[in-house]
Structures are given as C-alpha cells and as structure tokens.
Nanobody, 123 residues
Framework: QLQLVESGGGLVQPGGSLRLSCAASGFTLDYYAIGWFRQAPGKEREGVSCIKARGGSTNYVDSVKGRFTTFRDKAKNTGYLQMNSLKPQETSVYYC????????????????WGQGTQVTVSS
C-alpha cells in the first residue's frame, strides 16, 4: 500500500519550533519531489515549500524563507519540514505530498498526500 504518514505537529508558543515528518511506505521517495502545504480554517490550501527529487533544490514561499527548511533522509525514506520562529498566523493543518521528480505550484499535480498534522501556534 502506497502511503505517506505525517507526524510532528502539536502546540507551540510563538517563536517556537517544530519538525514535521513525512514517512513514505510502499515506494521510495528518491524519485519524488516532496511538497509541503498548509490549510488554515476557512482558507485555501497553500504551498509552503518543496524539495525536488534526488537531493534536488528547494523552494519556499516568501513568508517562510529563512525560518523553514525542508530536507529528506534517504535511509529513512522520510521528508522533513523544520519550522522555526513560528507565528500564530501559521496555525494550520500541514500536509506533505509527492510528485514525480519536480515540484509544481499546482496541488492537483501531486499524486500522494499525507493525512495532515495540526500545528497550533499560541501562547
């Protein structure tokens, strides 16, 4: 069974950090770009960052540049999103998704999606 399982969400104070994980089973992530997305209540899902396949380049939405880092661990077949200096307005459900080789700004082009993990930034 092909699936992505996310973990690492939770409650964090403003300025705090979290690391989200996206573990793949049934396929290898090596040949897939890993995109990270978030959706706040009442808002559309938006792209946050992406890392291309096979250790490729990364990109980030402007609002998270310098604070978020996405990377992958080949041995663990897992992608990660390290989030630092979190802000209350970044409270959302965060999702990972995969697309063959390259990143895309179109959500519909991603094949597999994780179940989502809640990130709440609040004091």
């Amino acid at each position: 069974q092909l699936q992505l399982v996310e973990s690492g969400g939770g409650l964090v104070q403003p300025g705090g950090s979290l690391r989200l994980s996206c573990a793949a089973s049934g396929f290898t992530l090596d040949y897939y770009a890993i995109g990270w997305f978030r959706q706040a209540p009442g808002k559309e899902r938006e792209g946050v960052s992406c890392i291309k396949a096979r250790g490729g380049s990364t990109n980030y939405v402007d609002s998270v540049k310098g604070r978020f880092t996405t990377f992958r661990d080949k041995a663990k077949n897992t992608g990660y999103l390290q989030m630092n200096s979190l802000k209350p307005q970044e409270t959302s459900v965060y999702y990972c998704a995969t697309r063959y080789m390259d990143c895309s700004s179109y959500l519909r082009e991603y094949d597999y999606w994780g179940q989502g993990t809640q990130v709440t930034v609040s004091s």
